[in-house]
């Protein structure tokens, strides 16, 4: 067996690996870590798994001196010193000489009690006082605020929230629904404003991508940079178009840093270059450590375990393994970092289980942070991870806590839980100068809480028992699970398709059943034989511009609710600024984003615009567009199932609560406009870049 093989092969059983030649046969992985325990640090070393980017800054980056004496070293020799009561100071002494792929193979061979073992002792604390980031004593949170529309005034009140439950010591991070520069500059100077008034001790960012964000430096105040890391250049190029050392350039220009990573990102978008996801991991460790040391900036990174599906993580069980491996290979590099301890709703995780998925997880893995969200269900992004109301047990459970900067905040700032919301947000807006009342700001923040919770916000309620939700709570989150699980399996309506459109070509991806679709994405991306014929010989005499195209995607639901709306204005608009889009729209059945991209390369048009539901589990239909420019620098078309997802500009979040379907419209038209004037899609248009798709 060649390394790549043995590494794979000695995994701890995931989904994901079975696409890269993995196995779950107990011997055979069982003698794959025996051999694997045999080899040399050297003998690893010596093997360049792919041959790109990454593995050059990786290689690059390691102390040679230090590697030096660690060379003859077995990987089941250094397995025993991480494990002696000497570890943690062995690794603080070598860690710079040890590879990413070897911190991989030791974390292979050991068992979760081992694996805890290490994350329990080992530390890489921030600069600060007393209990800092990262170090023995904490544990923190970070404050995710997000809001279907990038409401102002619910990602208020969500940090409130949090506040009152002790969170948001680490980071106020917010996912925008939106990810244009000017969305970005808003909610940038938000969080720093919320920050000021009420005197936080903490750090803030916008998660977009590190391109957008260096440009709405220019036009606000951005605190913490951030970017979502892999394994591989390929899969770094998909998300941003960058290699290691583009984004390191980018990354010295913010005085913060935040980056994110998450097992099987690479295997899912087709950019594994046949590595294993463990090793991958590993990787994108190494260039995290790589930016954090030459950009010399305030770091931190987030594990976003669980939030791709089953095609990685089929159970709990999965999930729990893989935290405990993120968590030590972290440390093990000299990373401060936090999980997502999340899953999606097609994985199948109930509520319940994952909450006590998560107290397991925080006591054996010891990780920073973790999420604290309003209610266990993100209300944008549509997945489970923790709520504000579980952050106080874990800490009791943990007998760890928030900074000494922030339980000085609170004890001197907070009120009793049941006045300090409004409290809070008559202290925000006194700061910012109203010149109101007290006693009316606070009536207005119960007028507005209440006005919030109406269509089904969790915040302003009890705490409930044990950092479970109180009654009223559990029952609507079970309602947002059940809701998610049936439009995973839910089919487009066919009276909407006929209301919106006299002509369509239904076709077929690959996958042979919606279970075959959740399972095996892959399958979801290529366009069945016989129906790729169909799509080419749509257009005998002259092909358009531009082509619509309909998938079903995660949540058919959505298509059916929002497409009456969309489909006509969008064709309208793009009528009225000259562009032809084709007569007949097609429609794909279990189709993926990357479906599209196979439907431009059969019909060989410039763009393709391409609606399809979203995830479920915000309790809301959500739709996207997709739309992207197939044609590169040279004019040439540039079609391929594999084009990389930075390439194309996305309209997310298209819901009346979030980004309005006639809104949604007007944008994607556009957007279709600037491409053609521009010859360009994805990160490179102007304002218009959008996130890579998940």
Same mark, same amino acid.
């Given at each position: 067996?060649?390394?790549?093989?043995?590494?794979?092969?000695?995994?701890?059983?995931?989904?994901?690996?079975?696409?890269?030649?993995?196995?779950?046969?107990?011997?055979?992985?069982?003698?794959?870590?025996?051999?694997?325990?045999?080899?040399?640090?050297?003998?690893? &070393?010596?093997?360049?798994?792919?041959?790109?980017?990454?593995?050059?800054?990786?290689?690059?980056?390691?102390?040679?001196?230090?590697?030096?004496?660690?060379?003859?070293?077995?990987?089941?020799?250094?397995?025993?010193?991480?494990?002696?009561?000497?570890?943690?100071?062995?690794?603080?002494?070598?860690?710079?000489?040890?590879?990413?792929?070897?911190?991989?193979?030791?974390?292979?061979?050991?068992?979760?009690?081992?694996?805890?073992?290490?994350?329990?002792?080992?530390?890489?604390?921030?600069?600060?006082?007393?209990?800092?980031?990262? =170090?023995?004593?904490?544990?923190?949170?970070?404050?995710?605020?997000?809001?279907?529309?990038?409401?102002?005034?619910?990602?208020?009140? +969500?940090?409130?929230?949090?506040?009152?439950?002790?969170?948001?010591?680490?980071?106020?991070?917010?996912?925008?629904?939106?990810?244009?520069?000017?969305?970005?500059?808003?909610?940038?100077?938000?969080?720093?404003?919320?920050?000021?008034?009420?005197?936080?001790?903490?750090?803030? @960012?916008?998660?977009?991508?590190?391109?957008?964000?260096?440009?709405?430096?220019?036009?606000?105040?951005?605190?913490?940079?951030?970017?979502?890391?892999?394994?591989?250049?390929?899969?770094?190029?998909?998300?941003?178009?960058?290699?290691?050392?583009?984004? $390191?350039?980018?990354?010295?220009?913010? &005085?913060? $840093?935040?980056?994110?990573?998450?097992?099987?990102?690479?295997?899912?978008?087709?950019?594994?270059?046949?590595?294993?996801?463990?090793?991958?991991?590993?990787?994108?460790?190494?260039?995290?450590?790589?930016?954090?040391?030459?950009?010399?900036?305030?770091?931190?990174?987030?594990?976003?375990?669980?939030?791709?599906?089953?095609?990685?993580?089929? =159970?709990?069980?999965?999930?729990?393994?893989?935290? $405990?491996?993120?968590?030590?290979?972290?440390?093990?590099?000299?990373?401060?970092?936090?999980?997502?301890? @999340?899953?999606?709703?097609?994985?199948?995780?109930? /509520?319940?289980?994952?909450?006590?998925?998560?107290?397991?997880?925080?006591?054996?893995?010891?990780?920073?942070?973790?999420?604290?969200?309003?209610?266990?269900?993100?209300?944008?992004?549509?997945?489970?991870?923790? +709520?504000?109301?579980?952050?106080?047990?874990?800490?009791?459970?943990?007998?760890?806590?928030?900074?000494?900067?922030? =339980?000085?905040?609170?004890?001197?700032?907070?009120?009793?839980?049941? $006045?300090?919301?409004?409290?809070?947000?008559?202290?925000?807006?006194?700061?910012?100068?109203?010149?109101?009342?007290?006693?009316?700001?606070?009536?207005?923040?119960?007028?507005?809480?209440?006005?919030?919770?109406?269509?089904?916000?969790?915040?302003?309620? &009890?705490?409930?028992?044990?950092?479970?939700?109180?009654?009223?709570?559990?029952?609507?989150?079970?309602?947002?699970?059940?809701?998610?699980?049936?439009?995973?399996?839910?089919?487009?309506?066919?009276?909407?398709?006929?209301?919106?459109?006299?002509?369509?070509?239904?076709?077929?991806?690959?996958?042979? =059943?919606?279970?075959?679709?959740?399972?095996?994405?892959?399958?979801?991306?290529?366009?069945?034989?016989? &129906?790729?014929?169909?799509?080419?010989?749509?257009?005998?005499?002259?092909? /358009?511009?531009?082509?619509?195209?309909?998938?079903?995607?995660?949540?058919?639901?959505?298509?059916?609710?929002?497409?009456?709306?969309?489909?006509?204005?969008?064709?309208?608009?793009?009528?009225?600024?000259?562009?032809?889009?084709?007569?007949?729209?097609?429609?794909?059945?279990?189709?993926?984003?990357?479906?599209?991209?196979?439907?431009?390369?059969?019909?060989?048009?410039?763009?393709?615009?391409?609606?399809?539901?979203?995830?479920?589990?915000?309790?809301?239909?959500?739709?996207?567009?997709?739309?992207?420019?197939?044609?590169?620098?040279?004019?040439?078309?540039?079609?391929?199932?594999?084009?990389?997802?930075?390439?194309?500009?996305?309209? @997310?979040?298209?819901?009346?609560?979030?980004?309005? /379907?006639?809104?949604?419209?007007?944008?994607?038209?556009?957007?279709?406009?600037?491409?053609?004037?521009?010859?360009?899609?994805?990160?490179?248009?102007?304002?218009?870049?959008?996130?890579?798709?998940?």
């Amino acid at each position: 067996m060649d390394l790549r093989q043995i590494l794979v092969l000695a995994n701890a059983f995931k989904e994901g690996d079975l696409l890269l030649g993995g196995t779950a046969d107990d011997q055979v992985r069982t003698d794959a870590r025996s051999v694997l325990g045999g080899l040399t640090v050297g003998e690893i &070393d010596r093997v360049r798994l792919v041959d790109d980017g990454v593995s050059e800054a990786l290689a690059q980056a390691r102390d040679r001196q230090l590697a030096s004496e660690v060379v003859a070293l077995r990987i089941g020799d250094l397995k025993s010193r991480l494990l002696s009561e000497a570890g943690a100071e062995w690794i603080a002494r070598y860690r710079a000489g040890l590879s990413s792929e070897t911190i991989a193979a030791v974390v292979k061979l050991m068992t979760a009690e081992e694996l805890s073992r290490i994350a329990c002792r080992v530390f890489n604390p921030l600069p600060g006082a007393g209990v800092a980031v990262g =170090s023995a004593r904490h544990f923190g949170s970070r404050i995710q605020p997000n809001s279907p529309g990038d409401d102002e005034t619910e990602i208020l009140f +969500s940090i409130l929230e949090g506040l009152t439950y002790g969170c948001g010591d680490v980071i106020l991070g917010l996912n925008p629904a939106s990810d244009d520069v000017d969305t970005i500059a808003r909610l940038s100077e938000l969080l720093v404003r919320v920050r000021e008034r009420l005197d936080l001790p903490t750090r803030t @960012c916008v998660l977009s991508d590190i391109i957008k964000q260096t440009s709405a430096r220019a036009r606000a105040r951005v605190d913490v940079g951030f970017q979502s890391l892999a394994g591989t250049s390929r899969a770094l190029g998909g998300m941003v178009g960058l290699d290691v050392d583009g984004i $390191l350039e980018l990354a010295r220009g913010f &005085d913060g $840093l935040y980056f994110e990573t998450g097992q099987g990102s690479e295997v899912t978008n087709g950019a594994a270059e046949g590595i294993d996801m463990v090793t991958l991991e590993a990787r994108t460790y190494g260039v995290a450590r790589l930016i954090q040391q030459q950009a010399g900036k305030w770091t931190i990174v987030n594990d976003v375990a669980g939030f791709i599906g089953p095609e990685v993580f089929r =159970s709990g069980k999965q999930l729990h393994r893989a935290c $405990l491996e993120d968590a030590v290979m972290a440390k093990l590099h000299g990373l401060t970092m936090g999980l997502d301890v @999340c899953a999606t709703f097609h994985m199948g995780i109930p /509520p319940a289980e994952l909450r006590e998925l998560t107290a397991r997880i925080t006591a054996q893995a010891a990780p920073a942070y973790l999420m604290a969200v309003a209610g266990n269900a993100d209300p944008m992004l549509g997945y489970l991870t923790t +709520s504000f109301r579980e952050h106080p047990r874990l800490r009791a459970l943990t007998g760890r806590g928030p900074t000494s900067a922030m =339980s000085a905040w609170g004890a001197r700032r907070m009120a009793p839980k049941s $006045l300090a919301i409004p409290q809070l947000y008559a202290r925000y807006h006194r700061a910012g100068g109203d010149r109101r009342s007290e006693s009316e700001l606070e009536r207005e923040a119960r007028v507005t809480l209440s006005r919030l919770q109406e269509p089904g916000w969790d915040l302003g309620h &009890d705490d409930g028992v044990e950092g479970k939700p109180p009654a009223a709570q559990e029952k609507r989150l079970e309602r947002i699970y059940q809701h998610a699980r049936r439009a995973l399996y839910a089919s487009i309506d066919r009276a909407v398709l006929r209301d919106v459109t006299s002509e369509l070509l239904p076709v077929r991806s690959e996958a042979r =059943s919606r279970d075959d679709y959740l399972m095996h994405p892959a399958a979801g991306e290529r366009i069945r034989p016989e &129906d790729a014929a169909a799509i080419r010989s749509m257009y005998p005499v002259a092909r /358009p511009t531009a082509q619509i195209v309909i998938s079903d995607g995660l949540n058919a639901d959505a298509v059916s609710e929002h497409l009456r709306t969309v489909l006509p204005l969008l064709r309208s608009r793009l009528n009225e600024g000259g562009v032809a889009a084709g007569g007949r729209a097609i429609v794909i059945e279990h189709g993926r984003v990357r479906a599209g991209y196979h439907t431009g390369r059969l019909l060989g048009v410039d763009v393709i615009i391409h609606l399809i539901g979203e995830r479920p589990g915000t309790g809301l239909n959500t739709l996207s567009a997709y739309v992207t420019y197939g044609r590169d620098e040279r004019g040439e078309l540039r079609w391929s199932i594999d084009l990389d997802h930075a390439c194309t500009t996305a309209i @997310c979040g298209i819901h009346p609560m979030g980004k309005k /379907p006639e809104a949604a419209a007007e944008e994607i038209a556009r957007s279709v406009q600037r491409m053609l004037e521009e010859r360009r899609s994805g990160v490179l248009l102007g304002k218009s870049e959008g996130r890579t798709p998940n």
